[in-house]
């Protein structure tokens, strides 16, 4: 069993910086692939992120390839540095945890485990 819990969220300007981290309990943390998605009001949830269980590969949706950087430290913290931001990239983000440790799927439904969300407001 994994729990996870984001912070990290708030209101920046456009072209502003956030970091968020996820902070991870369980023992299996560190064999599990960890994934960042986002949703915005009306939309359904996307995928920003993932980085596998030895954090040698990263992968990240065409939207925020070159802005956001995914990182984890196995002292069950991840984390999700997100530079340039943009007025699209408002929602709420969660960490979702997949116990497959070389996942590379982009789907939210093959990730097991799941925070509760903080909310990222970009203003233009």
């Known amino acids: 069993q994994v729990q996870l819990v984001e912070s990290g969220g708030g209101l920046v300007q456009a072209g502003g910086s956030l970091r968020l981290s996820c902070a991870a309990s369980?023992?299996?943390?560190?064999?599990?692939?960890m994934g960042w998605f986002r949703q915005a009001p009306g939309k359904e949830r996307e995928f920003a992120a993932a980085?596998?269980?030895?954090?040698?590969?990263t992968y990240y949706a065409d939207s925020v390839k070159g802005r956001f950087t995914i990182s984890r430290d196995n002292a069950k913290t991840v984390s999700l540095q997100m530079n340039g931001l943009k007025f699209e990239d408002t929602g709420v983000y969660y960490c979702?945890?997949?116990?497959?440790?070389?996942?590379?799927?982009?789907?939210?439904?093959?990730?097991?485990?799941w925070g509760q969300g903080t909310q990222v407001t970009v203003s233009t």
């Open positions: 979702a945890a997949d116990r497959n440790p070389f996942s590379r799927s982009r789907n939210p439904a093959d990730y097991e485990y």
């Open positions: 369980g023992r299996a943390f560190s064999r599990y692939t």
């Open positions: 980085i596998n269980w030895s954090a040698d590969s």
